[in-house]
């Protein structure tokens, strides 16, 4: 597909420039995982250009097979040469796409490298990522990742739904083990159960009150009795980088009566969807 892509546009390389512990498209091209920007280059023949320390690192992780570093092209020369760092990347990444001249780069490409290759004599043109069309079928590898990150999730959802189970009540306010049950400790009982079932979490929210109303807001102190808790966790497979996305809503007590009239509002919503997708 990434060919038919290169061969439609007249391309000679589609190029990346980025870390791959958020950017999904660059782990999915390399199967690399690192936290510094590298450059991945697609099209024959599809290389990695990295910094000498990730050498040994990238030879056994990285799915493309040929790898390179900007040392290999001189980059401390060309340091030492322009006094800029980003000023001898953008020449080594010119020299390594040498027999190129069209090259396509994701929008969020750095402008700097972009201006400066076309400086270098480079077509650059920014395209809508070919790879985000690749990744929404999925292999059954990759579905069963997904799979064992929903199982995290419900792993966690259900470490939560203990503590508020077993939470008291004290003058409104929840209270567990002795200590005042909290947005802070909820959050941290379900990223270490996430953690020890080899996920990554951030932002988890835990918000009650007036605060579970404000979209987003990750919630802060203690949590009280007869109130909406809203806990949203998007926890991330440490390894394979696949998502899930968790909500629910609990009451511990009783549920305020506007409350109880949204929850069967949105129970009939989905039945009826339910309904309209078995037609």
């Known amino acids: 597909m990434l ?10 390389a589609y190029v990346i420039v980025s870390e791959s512990v958020n950017s999904a498209d660059m782990y999915y091209a390399t199967g690399f995982l690192a936290h510094d920007p ?11 250009l990295i910094s000498e320390m990730e050498l040994g690192r ?48 994701p929008k969020s490409f750095p402008v700097y490298l972009a201006d400066s290759l076309r400086r270098y004599g480079f077509d650059v043109v920014p395209v809508k990522s070919p790879l985000h069309k690749m990744r929404e079928v999925k292999t059954e590898e990759e579905v069963c990742e997904i799979e064992r990150t929903q199982r995290a999730a419900e792993s966690a959802m259900a470490a939560a739904l203990a503590a508020l189970a077993a939470s008291e009540e004290r003058r409104g306010e929840l209270y567990l083990g002795g200590a005042r049950l909290t947005s802070e400790s909820m959050r941290a009982l379900i990223e270490k159960t996430l953690l020890e079932q080899g996920c990554e979490a951030s932002n988890t929210i835990v918000a009650c009150g007036t605060a579970s109303s404000d979209p987003h807001s990750t919630g802060a102190g203690v949590l009280t009795a007869d ?53």
């Open 38 to 48: 590298f450059a991945c280059v697609c099209g024959e023949p599809d290389f990695i």
């Open 227 to 279: 109130e909406p808790i809203v806990i949203d966790m998007v926890p991330r497979r440490s390894k394979s980088r696949y998502y899930t996305d968790m909500t629910r809503t609990f009451v511990r007590g009783d549920a305020p009566p506007e409350l109880a009239e949204m929850y069967d509002a949105v129970r009939d919503a989905q039945e009826t969807a339910f309904d309209m997708i078995r037609a």
């Open 58 to 105: 990238a030879g056994k992780e990285s799915r493309v097979a040929d790898i390179r570093t900007t040392s290999g092209y001189g980059f401390m020369e060309k340091y030492r040469s322009s006094k800029d760092a980003d000023t001898a990347y953008a020449e080594v990444l010119a020299e390594a796409l040498s027999r190129r001249s069209k090259i396509a780069v």
């Open 3 to 12: 060919t038919d892509f290169l061969k439609s546009g007249g391309f000679d």
